[in-house]
Each structure stands twice: as structure tokens, then as C-alpha cells.
């Protein structure tokens, strides 16, 4: 049963914009800290940013400056704002939430970035 569902990948060219969205609606346990995490070909899977109940956040250096995460409490939903984006942006992401019992993690949406 999918828990977090993802939407809003797709192919965009350099300097474009994304905006990830995770449906995590259907999780019956309080959750805690919300992320994004990213995989690129042939690399490890690597935080890109995180949230936490409270809206602290943190990035990855890589990001900084133009991915900006935040999250909706009552819809159980965080989002993944992605402005200037570059080629070694290119990668499947996934959504991440964390729960006092039980990690859970969406299914993937692949970001392409390339003219």
C-alpha cells in the first residue's frame, strides 16, 4: 500500500523551475521530520532537504539559495520548491517521513534537467 505519493517531476531546462509535491494523507502515525532526497545515476541517495514538525529546515550545500522545502501540517504535505535548476539537478527524488515508529519513503519522481 503506497503511503506517500509524489507528483511534479518531469523535463526542464536549465534555470527552470519544479515544484515536488508528497502526499503523506495516508499515514495514521504523527509524523516528525519530512525530507527530500535525491539519486542520481550511478551516485548514493543524498539528502536534499528537510523539515521538521516545527518548520526547521535544513539543505544540502548543493541547494542553498534555490530549493526551498516547506510543508503543510493539516494536509500532511510537504513540498519541494526547485528554482534555478541545473543539469547536475538531474536525478530521482524521493520523499521521506519520519515517524516515531516507522520510516516511510515514496516511490521516486524523476527530475531531468537538460536543453
Known amino acids: 500500500q503506497v503511503q506517500l505519493v509524489e507528483s511534479g517531476g518531469g523535463l526542464v531546462q536549465p534555470g527552470g523551475s519544479l515544484r515536488l509535491s508528497c502526499d503523506a494523507s495516508?499515514?495514521?502515525?504523527?509524523?516528525?521530520?519530512m525530507g527530500w532526497y535525491r539519486q542520481a545515476p550511478g551516485k548514493q541517495r543524498e539528502l536534499v532537504a528537510a523539515?521538521?514538525?516545527?518548520?526547521?529546515?535544513n539543505y544540502a550545500d548543493s541547494v542553498k539559495g534555490r530549493f526551498t522545502i516547506s510543508r503543510d501540517n493539516a494536509k500532511n504535505t510537504v513540498y519541494l520548491q526547485m528554482n534555478s535548476l541545473k543539469p547536475e539537478d538531474t536525478a530521482v527524488y524521493y520523499c521521506?517521513?519520519?515517524?516515531?515508529?516507522?520510516?516511510?519513503w515514496g516511490q521516486g519522481t524523476q527530475v531531468t534537467v537538460s536543453s
Open positions: 495516508r499515514i495514521i502515525f504523527s509524523i516528525n521530520a
Open positions: 523539515i521538521s514538525s516545527g518548520g526547521s529546515t
Open positions: 521521506n517521513a519520519e515517524t516515531r515508529f516507522v520510516s516511510y
